[in-house]
């Protein structure tokens, strides 16, 4: 009897210590880990960083699935602008055998701050094979989202400039291609005909009534 209860201890002091250690990684890891051990996920605990998005003290049930009374109200969570319902947040999904793999949703705060988030939520199953649970980790992708975003404008504005000068360009060549025809039907109306010669390379240019006043074909 006095070994099984030394043999306790010590398997008590070993689980303790893993405990410990679990617990410091969880706390190292920058991502926001939550778990829970229901398929409801009526009771959702993690580690600091998962309390400190979520504004809640280390401890707190931070379920939106809780009772009535117990739902924490530091915060909202919205996808695409849209409110996600219950039923469909990434660990009730979980904790009943779905895996959620890449789901962004964001982190609305009462003050009106906005967290984006990005991460994985995977089941936790029984000895048989059924779900009994979830643990879920997620980064914080605010600032990619943010040079996103900023890049998204910068683009929309070039493409705003791109169609503004194309239709300068356009707008100067159509006045260009009048200025020709005009040129071209005042020369032709007095008889007139010019010429460019470019002495590096000794070829000349001439306008169309030259060619008529030679005599020759303008194709040649």
């Given at each position: 009897?006095?070994?099984?209860?030394?043999?306790?201890?010590?398997?008590?002091?070993?689980?303790?210590?893993?405990?410990?250690?679990?617990?410091?990684?969880?706390?190292?890891?920058?991502?926001?880990?939550?778990?829970?051990?229901?398929?409801?996920?009526?009771?959702?605990?993690?580690?600091?960083?998962?309390?400190?998005?979520?504004?809640?003290?280390?401890?707190?049930?931070?379920s939106?699935?809780?009772?009535?009374?117990?739902?924490?109200?530091?915060?909202?969570?919205?996808?695409d602008?849209?409110?996600?319902?219950?039923?469909?947040?990434?660990?009730?999904?979980?904790?009943?055998?779905?895996?959620?793999?890449?789901?962004?949703?964001?982190?609305?705060?009462?003050?009106?701050?906005?967290?984006?988030?990005?991460?994985?939520?995977?089941?936790?199953?029984?000895?048989?094979?059924?779900?009994?649970?979830?643990?879920?980790?997620?980064?914080?992708?605010?600032?990619?989202?943010?040079a996103?975003?900023?890049?998204?404008?910068?683009?929309?504005?070039?493409?705003?400039?791109?169609?503004?000068?194309?239709?300068?360009?356009?707008?100067?060549?159509?006045?260009?291609?009048?200025?020709?025809?005009?040129?071209?039907?005042?020369?032709?109306?007095?008889?007139?005909?010019?010429?460019?010669?470019?002495?590096?390379?000794?070829?000349?240019?001439?306008?169309?009534?030259?060619?008529?006043?030679?005599?020759?074909?303008?194709?040649?």
């Amino acid at each position: 009897r006095d070994d099984l209860v030394q043999a306790l201890r010590e398997s008590e002091k070993r689980e303790k210590a893993r405990l410990n250690e679990l617990g410091a990684v969880l706390d190292a890891v920058p991502a926001a880990v939550w778990i829970t051990h229901d398929t409801q996920a009526r009771q959702l605990t993690g580690n600091r960083l998962s309390y400190e998005w979520l504004r809640l003290p280390k401890g707190a049930n931070a379920s939106k699935f809780a009772p009535e009374g117990e739902r924490p109200e530091t915060y909202r969570t919205f996808k695409d602008g849209v409110e996600i319902p219950v039923a469909d947040m990434p660990m009730r999904m979980s904790a009943k055998g779905i895996d959620v793999q890449d789901y962004e949703f964001d982190l609305v705060y009462p003050d009106g701050a906005v967290r984006h988030l990005l991460g994985n939520a995977r089941t936790l199953r029984d000895e048989k094979n059924k779900p009994q649970g979830a643990v879920s980790a997620f980064i914080d992708i605010t600032e990619r989202k943010k040079a996103e975003e900023a890049l998204k404008k910068a683009h929309d504005s070039l493409e705003v400039k791109v169609r503004e000068r194309t239709a300068e360009l356009k707008k100067a060549y159509n006045s260009l291609k009048e200025s020709e025809e005009g040129l071209s039907e005042a020369q032709k109306m007095s008889h007139i005909g010019n010429w460019d010669w470019d002495i590096v390379t000794d070829k000349a240019y001439w306008s169309d009534e030259l060619y008529h006043i030679f005599g020759r074909n303008p194709q040649e």
